[in-house]
């Protein structure tokens, strides 16, 4: 075997060829990326796009996801429960939003017994929008003493005003749960997803079933009939305008501010204080129930609360102590406790429609104190 001198040229020039080539490739290459670098551009799947920043990309995601958006301020919005402490609030920030205020429907129980379907039905008569705030409720003793009323009122109440909303054509039904839905052993924080997982609380079982009815109806509802109805699971909201009677916190002002007006140097409190809640802010409550009324269009409950725990014995020496009360606290553990523990994973509320609660709690405990007159 010897080598034919005739191939050498030949393989000469295709190997001069082939780097000819690499050397053409290599300055086309640099020649585009210098015209992507010098105008901005990028390229993706062959596409020639402008490139831009996290921010820029992210704000247009936004845009996209939430194309279908519902504008409030040209909508005919009722609210149930309006002359209440949610209600009230939820009426004032409408308004501070644009929305006017012959736009807003409030109806009154001496004028509309939702109880009667008769009256659901006139309530959602031209109505858009339907934020479902109203419901019987109370303290601890009021739970023990009214359980038949408390169940049949918020079930039928809820019921019949969703139905009526459907036929009617209602675009968008909110409906107002609570906290106190979860399970008694759910584990913390609690999640969506855990809804179903065990009985709920003995002593709040009478509201807490007829809301959680209201859930079920939502989703059987959309699944039937493609109607817009959420289910928000509120927890304990505090701050100006809720009754001295009301919740833990109001309870906790009112005792103290007694305490030393009288000149009395112990407080009781109810349980054994170990018992841990999620307070949150009424401004940062109606923040939450109007984004997901905006934004919200999906089947799967969703918590609005602070993501914050703070227990009962806690609470009340921050409270005495922003209201510079020097004596002690002594807890009757006869009294129920609850749910030992209750806190929400705000997460789902963040993801899907950008919730977050911004009031610092003790700030918050210090204008509802001042709003009580303390």
Not at 114 to 128: E, F, S, T
Not at 202 to 216: G, S
Not at 310 to 338: C, H, Q, W, Y
Request: proline content about 4%; hydrophobic content about 40%.
């Amino acid at each position: 075997m010897y080598d034919n001198p005739k191939k050498k040229p030949r393989a000469l020039a295709r190997g001069v060829g082939h780097f000819i080539v690499f050397l053409l490739l290599l300055l086309i290459k640099k020649t585009v990326f210098e015209f992507f670098d010098k105008n901005n551009l990028t390229l993706a799947s062959g596409v020639f796009l402008k490139r831009q920043s996290q921010e820029e990309i992210v704000s247009q995601i936004n845009l996209i996801y939430h194309i279908n958006m519902i504008d409030l301020i040209n909508k005919k919005i009722l609210v149930t429960g309006g002359s209440g402490f949610l209600g009230s609030h939820l009426f004032k920030k409408l308004t501070e939003r644009g929305v006017p205020e012959n736009k807003i429907f409030i109806p009154r129980s001496s004028y509309l017994d939702l109880r009667k379907i008769d009256d659901c039905k006139r309530a959602v008569d031209g109505q858009n929008i339907i934020i479902h705030a109203a419901g019987i409720t109370g303290n601890v003793e009021f739970h023990k003493t009214h359980p038949g009323a408390i169940f049949y009122d918020n079930l039928v109440m809820g019921v019949q005003l969703m139905e009526m909303a459907r036929i009617a054509g209602v675009e968008k039904f909110i409906t107002i749960g609570s906290a106190t839905e979860y399970p008694l052993l759910a584990p913390m924080p609690l999640n969506e997803e855990n809804l179903w997982i065990g009985p709920v609380e003995e002593n709040h079982a009478p509201y807490t079933i007829a809301k959680k009815m209201l859930l079920v109806e939502a989703q059987a509802y959309r699944a039937q009939y493609k109607f817009d109805a959420i289910h928000l699971l509120l927890t304990n909201m505090y701050g100006p305008g809720e009754k001295i009677d009301g919740g833990p916190i109001p309870s906790l002002i009112g005792r103290i501010a007694d305490a030393k007006k009288m000149g009395v140097d112990s407080v009781v409190v109810w349980g054994t204080g170990n018992a841990t809640r999620d307070f949150l802010y009424i401004d940062d409550a109606i923040e939450g129930i109007l984004l997901a009324t905006e934004k919200y269009d999906k089947e799967e409950p969703v918590n609005i609360g602070s993501g914050y725990e703070v227990s009962i014995r806690e609470l009340a020496e921050t409270i005495g102590r922003l209201m510079n009360f020097n004596g002690s606290f002594s807890f009757d553990s006869t009294k129920p406790d609850g749910q030992l523990r209750r806190m929400l994973d705000v997460s789902r509320a963040a993801r899907e429609f950008g919730f977050h609660a911004i009031m610092d709690f003790e700030k918050g405990l210090q204008k509802t104190i001042l709003a009580h007159g303390y």
